[in-house]
T-cell receptor, first 111, second 113 residues
Framework: DVKVTQSSRYLVKRTGEKVFLECVQDMDHENMFWYRQDPGLGLRLIYFSYDVKMKEKGDIPEGYSVSREKKERFSLILESASTNQTSMYLC??????????FGPGTRLTVL | AQSVTQLGSHVSVSEGALVLLRCNYSSSVPPYLFWYVQYPNQGLQLLLKYTSAATLVKGINGFEAEFKKSETSFHLTKPSAHMSDAAEYFCAVSGWGNNRLAFGKGNQVVVIP
């Protein structure tokens, strides 16, 4: 089974802290994605990566950055966390255009 | 670019009644279409997907969806709702040669006994 794992299920941080959310996939997929999920807004794409060291902005990249140093790992970085970044964050990986695998999500609370 | 419209954020259905969730999409290339379900405090689970084969797609738990190109729709149905169908449902679209997956805003389904 393809596995997408995220480093934490729940995370509580303070305003202004630097936050790292880690995602690892074990199936050698080229593409990896970060989404945030908010009630009534569905899932919105923050950033994605189609290769090591490559990244593209999604629909809501403001306040976030990403890092992909190895193929299996894709990190989402909040340089200075703010309360409006309190959300559920979902990582996904994909070998192509018709198959996606999602992680369990990290529920981040910024106080 | 691709986008999805799901109307009616909350949908109430009686147990045993038809479940119908509407999804309309926009895509500049032939689309791949998906329905996902998310049960409370769980991750996303794929219900079914359309990838240009049969237009009527059968999924898990008795759900099915029909791709209608002329209507740019991919509505999800289940003939008889069960209490265990209470969950949030998301329609999503990607396209040939495009590796981005765009989601609708979701439908929260409540099943009334």
């Amino acid at each position: 089974d393809v596995k997408v794992t995220q480093s934490s299920r729940y995370l509580v941080k303070r305003t202004g802290e630097k936050v790292f959310l880690e995602c690892v996939q074990d199936m050698d997929h080229e593409n990896m994605f970060w989404y945030r999920q908010d009630p009534g807004l569905g899932l919105r794409l923050i950033y994605f990566s189609y290769d090591v060291k490559m990244k593209e902005k999604g629909d809501i990249p403001e306040g976030y950055s990403v890092s992909r140093e190895k193929k299996e790992r894709f990190s989402l970085i909040l340089e200075s966390a703010s309360t409006n970044q309190t959300s559920m964050y979902l990582c996904a990986s994909s070998p192509g255009t018709s198959l996606w695998f999602f992680g369990p999500g990290t529920r981040l609370t910024v106080l | 670019a691709q986008s999805v419209t799901q109307l009616g954020s909350h949908v109430s259905v009686s147990e045993g009644a038809l479940v119908l969730l509407r999804c309309n999409y926009s895509s500049s290339v032939p689309p791949y279409l998906f329905w996902y379900v998310q049960y409370p405090n769980q991750g996303l689970q794929l219900l079914l997907k359309y990838t240009s084969a049969a237009t009527l797609v059968k999924g898990i738990n008795g759900f099915e969806a029909e791709f209608k190109k002329s209507e740019t729709s991919f509505h999800l149905t289940k003939p008889s709702a069960h209490m265990s169908d209470a969950a949030e449902y998301f329609c999503a679209v990607s396209g040939w040669g495009n590796n981005r997956l765009a989601f609708g805003k979701g439908n929260q389904v409540v099943v009334i006994p």
